[in-house]
């Protein structure tokens, strides 16, 4: 089947720490991958995405990178801020197939100033 | 512009009731999902809406639950019986146009007792 497993958090970091949250995937056919972000009280938003291998996404300092060869999708930030606190949420929707995403349990990131 | 809106944000019910959850899509989305959040656990795929009609309800995890969307705007998740495995909070999102960007809602916290 599909599914998606990412690093157990809770994570916590200091202000301007580089941030890595692993991700892998299994899937069945070929994946569109995706990162969102639910920041406290919010509701889920999507941070960026990638549609190919090799596909970099980015947006707000964060980036992934497709990588079929292990499948993997982590997302990486140089310098995170006390505003990156937020629960990061993996996902994987199939091309061609279903419409549903399946998202992995989540990642808990919290800043100290 | 107005995001997806769910209602209520918060419901109590007791074990065996009936319950319904409203979700407010973006005005002019074709697409609309409803998901399931367990604590500690990502979203969970319920149901896909293209237009009025069900195109995907694979997740639906038994007869107690069933959704409608009869104008292909507003969409009602209905759940009978309630158990208390139920309890969690339930998703809505909307999209555009099927495989788009993916908008999330709030949320609906359901706690069965």
């Known amino acids: 089947g599909n599914s998606v497993t990412q690093m157990e958090g809770p994570v916590t970091l200091s202000e301007e720490a580089f941030l890595t949250i692993n991700c892998t995937y299994t899937a069945t056919g070929y994946p569109s991958l995706f990162w969102y972000v639910q920041y406290p009280g919010e509701g889920l938003q999507l941070l960026l995405k990638?549609?190919?291998?090799?596909d970099k996404g980015s947006n707000k300092g964060f980036e992934a990178t497709y990588r079929k060869e292990t499948t993997s999708f982590h997302l990486e930030k140089g310098s995170v801020q006390v505003s990156d606190s937020a629960v990061y949420f993996c996902?994987?929707?199939?091309?061609?197939?279903?419409?549903?995403?399946?998202f992995g349990k989540g990642t808990k990131l919290t800043v100290n100033p | 512009g107005a995001g997806v809106s769910q209602t209520p944000s918060n419901k109590v019910t007791e074990k065996g009731k009936y319950v319904e959850l409203r979700c407010d899509p973006i005005?002019?989305?074709?697409?609309l999902y409803w998901y399931r959040q367990s604590l500690g656990q990502g979203p969970e795929f319920l149901i896909y809406f293209q237009g009025t009609g069900a195109a995907d309800d694979s997740g639906l995890p038994n007869d107690r639950f069933f959704a409608v969307r009869p104008e292909g705007s507003v969409s009602t998740l209905k759940i009978q019986r309630t158990e208390r495995g139920d309890s969690a909070v339930y998703l809505c999102?909307?999209?555009?146009?099927?495989?788009?960007?993916?908008?999330f809602g709030p949320g609906t916290r359901l706690l069965v007792l």
């Open positions: 005005s002019g989305h074709t697409a």
């Open positions: 999102a909307s999209s555009f146009r099927a495989r788009e960007t993916q908008y």
């Open positions: 996902a994987l929707r199939i091309q061609g197939g279903s419409e549903k995403l399946v």
């Open positions: 990638a549609t190919k291998a090799d």
